[in-house]
């Protein structure tokens, strides 16, 4: 009869083997990434993925140039935060609230560890970051048309009785039909093989077309990095070598006077021809953040100049198939203070207030998920951050 220190061997020998097949059975089936998002999310004590993970990835720095500080109004932080407002911030681990107001900076707050300086994951606001990329490269000749045929950059899709006829403005407004699933919890999808993988542009371009392009909406990761394909590659036609990210940085970054460099993470290092993960992962400052509301909000000028196009700006700001979504970004234009915000996974938000001359930026590691918005869309803590914006102006 086996002692009972055999026993145990034996049994500590069995689950070896068990995990052992376990990982190769992942390995070989494809989903090898499960370790790394294993290693990037649960062994670091997170559910997801955070606001902190650049680390976990390799990176490309988008340069800033010369600072253009933002101003200040006379009347900054005189009024607080109601304490209601306070203690749902503080409860959902926000790393900063900013309100600017006509221009200056009129509302200013972090919550530690978190500074003026931190850097946090944009996560889904970089989709439209993405659009306003594609925006300003048709301005540049470099991209035909916002309305190009995705063949234009991407024949894989020649012989797809979809894929043929879709655009990039309908992978923008999330109505293209490229077949995609989104979920950021489950460990093995296509989503998080998108996030953890090394090949981004695998991921999407194995994906085929489930649905007439233009006929439905579908909010998709897969859409945003398939147009993120689509600019790196136009931009390569154009000028061999130029990445998204230095493109980035000479059309937004260094023309807004953005007062930090940002970062891309890339699927994987540069020297193996890692790409920028275009539909989630910039970090940058809560104020460089609210830089791109400030433009929106003002139609694209920026001192004074056109940087971005209005009438591309006034577009992507209607709604499309739905009324809660445009080209990367959602709104609700019936609500009592109308609006238009980015957002990201975890609760990052750019909002504009148009009638009243606000952008407010809200970053942090959660969002409630439970609490749904009117339209059942956007987050109802987004109309709650809209009214205590405007409660600081009024």
């Not at 306070?86 to 681990?93: E, I, K, M, N, S």
């Not at 085929?208 to 945003?224: L, V």
């Not at 000028?301 to 979504?325: C, H, M, N, S, T």
Request: charge should be neutral; glycine fraction near 8%.
């Amino acid at each position: 009869m086996a002692s009972i220190g055999q026993r145990v061997r034996q049994g500590v020998v069995g689950l070896c083997v068990l995990l052992l097949a376990a990982a190769l059975a992942l390995q070989f089936s494809g989903h090898g990434y499960f370790w790394r998002a294993l290693a990037s999310t649960y062994l670091q004590g997170h559910a997801t993925a955070h606001i902190d993970d650049a680390h976990d990835f390799a990176q490309r720095t988008i340069q800033a140039g010369d600072l253009q500080p933002w101003p200040e109004n006379p009347r900054k932080n005189q009024k607080p935060l109601d304490a209601a407002m306070l203690a749902y911030l503080q409860q959902h681990g926000t790393a900063a609230f900013v309100v600017a107001h006509q221009g200056a900076i009129l509302h200013e707050q972090y919550f530690a560890p978190y500074n003026a300086d931190s850097r946090t994951n944009s996560f889904s606001m970089a989709k439209t970051i993405t659009t306003l990329q594609v925006g300003l490269a048709v301005q540049q000749g470099v991209i035909s048309s916002f309305d190009a045929p995705l063949t234009e950059q991407i024949p894989e899709y020649a012989q797809d009785p979809r894929g043929q006829k879709a655009t990039v403005a309908q992978l923008s407004a999330m109505k293209s039909g490229h077949d995609w699933t989104e979920n950021y919890y489950l460990p093995l999808n296509v989503t998080t093989e998108l996030y953890y993988g090394l090949d981004a542009q695998d991921v999407v371009l194995r994906q085929g077309f489930e649905r007439e392009p233009g006929s439905a909406y579908e909010y998709s990761s897969g859409s945003t990095q398939l147009l993120g394909v689509f600019l790196k590659r136009a931009l390569a036609a154009k000028a061999p070598g130029l990445t998204i990210s230095e493109h980035l940085s000479r059309s937004l970054w260094k023309p807004l006077g953005m007062s930090h460099d940002a970062i891309y993470t890339l699927d994987r290092p540069e020297a193996e021809g890692g790409m920028e993960r275009t539909y989630c992962c910039i970090f940058a400052t809560a104020k460089d953040y609210a830089r791109i509301g400030q433009l929106l909000l003002q139609d694209g000028q920026w001192q004074g100049k056109p940087l971005l196009d209005k009438a591309f700006v006034e577009r992507i700001r209607q709604p499309d198939l739905v009324p809660f979504y445009g080209h990367s970004l959602w709104m609700d234009w019936q609500y009592k203070h109308p609006f238009y915000s980015l957002q990201g996974h975890q609760g990052q938000y750019v909002i504009v207030v148009p009638s009243k001359q606000l952008v407010v930026v809200r970053v942090g590691q959660f969002r409630n998920k439970k609490d749904k918005g009117p339209n059942g869309a956007i987050p109802a803590e987004v109309y709650r951050f809209v009214d205590q914006a405007v409660a600081l102006v009024e």
